[in-house]
């Protein structure tokens, strides 16, 4: 089906998780109410085909989803399930499908929203005397090093990973049927990795490669290593909040299968395994940079910041 015949249910379901986290975050009784908030938050859905999302705090919070990242997703997600569950009824991989995209858009849509609760927007606001909107060039003129945003980059997608994380398997927040044909069947874990990989996959068509040699350079560090260092979040976090194991060689035979199916459905090169293997030091090299700045930034942005920052993980 065409992305036009969803568009309004997309919107609705962002919609939902901004309302949800905002909520959530809000409360009086949960852990993450550390500082009381009385902004008000806001979605807008950008009609330009950009294949984005950013984040900004003026009187409001805003977050902005470009109609372009919405619109790949919805492709992406639709001809993978359609490949991969061949065996399933229509209804079955509609549900799946849905499933899948909501999960997608919530790490997406949670990402900004740490940006703007983890204090990222109001640190930049102070420093530039302005209101600046996160995105996707690093603007010099920002105040930071590329190196700092990459690690505000690093600390967004650690909040996303985890709430997507608690989302996916919190049952309360789900209709009936997920419940029955998802997790009663023990899929949950699954359709999030396989939407941590389809997200990833859509977001690397606009981000620098790990091959790129620049990337010290860019304003988020490299698709390949979000989505690795990402993993390593899910591993941490599903054994400790939810007491389920999985293993690091698991999550990688994961990402190897559906970058595959992904790669042949779009007609593109494997090449993430390639790359993985052949610049694993480069990558570990950059990955470990990230980590120690990430301590010293910590404490430039914890009086920014509206809610408890959590461990990289
Ligand atoms: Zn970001």
């Known amino acids: 089906m065409e992305f036009e015949a969803f568009e309004n249910l997309y919107q609705h379901i962002c919609q939902n998780h901004v309302e949800r986290l905002y909520d959530l975050y809000n409360s009086e009784i949960n852990t993450y109410n550390t500082k009381s908030n009385s902004k008000k938050i806001i979605i807008k859905f950008d009609p330009r085909e950009i294949n984005n999302a950013s984040a900004c705090s003026d009187a409001s919070d805003i977050i902005i989803i470009y109609k372009g990242l919405l619109k790949n997703l919805h492709k992406a997600t639709q001809l993978f399930i359609e490949r991969e569950y061949q065996l399933l009824t229509d209804d079955e991989k509609a549900t799946i499908s849905f499933f899948v995209f909501s999960i997608s858009t919530h790490f997406i849509i949670c990402h900004e929203f740490a940006h703007l609760y983890c204090g990222h927007c109001d640190l930049l606001n102070k420093i530039n005397n ?41 049952e309360p927040y789900h209709h009936r049927s997920i419940i029955e044909s998802i997790h009663n069947k023990n899929m949950a874990v699954d359709l999030l990795l396989k939407a941590m990989n389809i997200t990833f996959f859509v977001l690397r068509s606009f981000m620098p490669p790990i091959s790129d040699i620049y990337f010290e350079t860019r304003s988020h560090h490299p698709a390949l290593l979000r989505q690795i260092m990402n993993n390593q979040t899910l591993i941490k976090y599903l054994q400790t909040e939810y007491g389920k194991s999985i293993s690091e060689k698991n999550i990688d035979e994961h990402f190897a299968s559906d970058e595959k199916t992904l790669c042949e459905l ?29 301590n010293s930034l910590y404490n430039k942005l914890a009086p920014f910041s509206r809610s408890e920052l959590p461990p990289i993980f």
């Open 130 to 170: 302005k209101n600046v909107c996160l995105r996707l060039d690093f603007d010099s003129d920002i105040g930071i090093t590329p190196l700092d945003h990459q690690a505000l980059e690093m600390n967004a997608d650690a909040v996303a990973a985890c709430r997507t994380t608690d989302y996916v398997l919190f």
């Open 266 to 294: 779009f007609y593109v090169p494997l090449n993430a395994e390639h790359y993985k293997n052949n610049l694993s030091q480069v990558i570990l090299e950059h990955e470990q940079k990230l980590r120690t700045h990430w």
